[in-house]
DNA sequence: AGAACTGTGCAACAGAAGTGCATTTTAATG
DNA sequence: CATTAAAATGCACTTCTGTTGCACAGTTCT
């Protein structure tokens, strides 16, 4: 048994070799990977799994969806210590204009905001737009 | 010459019926509207009319588009004082779970965030989630 | 082996966003 | 006021993401 499937089964997952090549390709990549991605990725891959295998996923808390406001959804392996499907972790996201990536900034979370009288927060979604540090090397 | 035709030529933006009636209705709502929102409010109304009408008006800065987390866009008016198109004006955003709606939080300012070494920040989205002050008095 | 469940593949649909082009409306000028 | 150029609008269509239903394949359990 791998360390991949090992992680799986440890979150009720059942290690399929789908599941198998999707988290490996996610763990290999230091960005945010939308579905499409990991259908050019694979060209034998079928939308449909993919997108199922990210929900199972992400109801699992193995990866997190994050809205970087590109209209098209991204998601990350969620960090070991993670618990995001439990108590939300609340770190922020940086999407890079100019090669259209984007990282978890997991050591930075979101600050505390008061909000007016009756709202009451229950979530919230913070991302940095701009260039990012290996685009801004050039 | 009305206060909608004033504001509208003031920011150069001819003033057609059709301009008047949208910006009117944006003024009337407390919330941010979808293109959708509007074609329904008024059904004589052409998608791409409203879709470029916008679009216009966010050029212009009349209305500044706010992306709530729900992968459809939203427009809210810009308060008077904002010059949002030159020097942004970054409010954050509250959306309620419960009635939909999202407002800008024009008071609240997105706090400054210290980016690790390399990034460079030029936007920043923050939206709250949870329960809207007139869903919560229930 | 057979039953029951889970995962995968295919087809199709929904909704939002966006584009090209012809036509109408508006503003500007003589 | 008639003419004309530019801007706005309406219509038809395309693309892309997300989503669902259903049938089939693979796995697990007894």
Redo the contacts between chains.
Sequence with gaps: MTEIEKTLHNKRVRPTAMRILIYKYMAGKNSAVALTDIENAFDKAERTTLYRTLKTFEEKGLVHQI?D?T?V?KFALCEPGCNCEIDQDLH?H?HC?NCDKTVC?T??K??H??????????????????????C??H
């Design positions: 809205d406001g209209n959804s922020l940086f204009g900034l050591e930075h979101i600050p905001i008061n909000l007016p009288q009756g709202y009451i927060a229950e979530d919230a979604n913070l991302v940095i737009k701009g260039i990012c540090e290996s801004s090397q």
